[in-house]
């Protein structure tokens, strides 16, 4: 079945730790995001990719990296400068924005970071 | 300027209820897109609608219904004779042109539905 896949799902993170989440999609789209949730909150852009080898920083990108080398994967490392890393990541992609259509954004499953 | 307000944080209701989800944006582009996506407990957010600011007709999806108004910039998503199984936060987003040249979604920060039994 096509869909976007997030690993680990749960993860425990050190203090100082760099980690990364894992995300893969089959659905041969082009843009590729992250985003973060907080309890009770909504979503907040953290980095895009329209393209391969190419990325863009979003809302919150402070703390974060991520890398595009694959069309399918978007890898999302959280490292020690990000302070407070706790929260719910979502890994989502659709068709490549153009200048005339904004294309619907289709959403992975989602990880649980946790700073132990 | 580009926003989403969902003004209900939590709403609950009782099962075979009909509820209606809020959605008011702000956009200053003529040409955008509306969505509304459903977050089960599970995590995963599930699209359900996307419509464009030229195509004002109401749609029906089952139990699901969708009234975009453009006079007044929403659009509102009404659940009929709701179930348990619509108990999730909803999500309403925005898509347009914004600043830099290619579209960007923003999301709403969600409305919790809590359909009891």
């Known amino acids: 079945d096509g869909g976007i896949t997030q690993s680990p799902k749960y993860l425990f993170r050190k203090e100082g730790q760099n980690v990364t989440l894992s995300c893969e999609q089959n659905?041969?789209?082009?843009?590729m995001y992250w985003y973060r949730q907080d309890p009770g909150q909504g979503l907040r852009l953290i980095y895009y990719s329209q393209i391969v080898n190419d990325f863009q920083k979003g809302d919150i990108a402070e703390g974060y990296s991520v890398s595009r080398e694959k069309k399918e994967s978007f890898p999302l490392t959280v490292t020690s400068a990000q302070k407070n890393p706790t929260a719910f990541y979502l890994c989502?992609?659709?068709?490549?924005?153009?200048?005339?259509?904004?294309?619907?954004?289709?959403f992975g499953e989602g990880s649980w970071l946790t700073v132990v | 300027a580009q926003k989403v307000t969902q003004a209900q944080t939590e709403i609950s209701v009782v099962e075979k209820e009909d509820v209606t989800l809020d959605c008011v944006y702000e956009t200053r582009d003529t040409t955008y897109y509306l969505f509304w996506y459903k977050q089960p407990p599970s995590g995963e957010l599930v699209f359900l609608i996307r419509r464009n600011s030229f195509d004002e007709q109401n749609e029906i999806s089952g139990r699901y219904s969708w009234n975009f108004q453009k006079s007044t910039s929403s659009f509102n998503f009404t659940i009929t004779a709701s179930q348990v199984v619509d108990s999730a936060v909803y999500f309403c987003a925005l898509s347009d042109l914004g600043k830099t040249g290619g579209f960007k979604t923003i999301f709403g920060a969600g409305t919790r539905l809590f359909v009891k039994a």
């Open positions: 659905l041969n789209h082009d843009a």
């Open positions: 989502a992609s659709s068709k490549r924005d153009g200048a005339v259509s904004g294309n619907t954004i289709y």
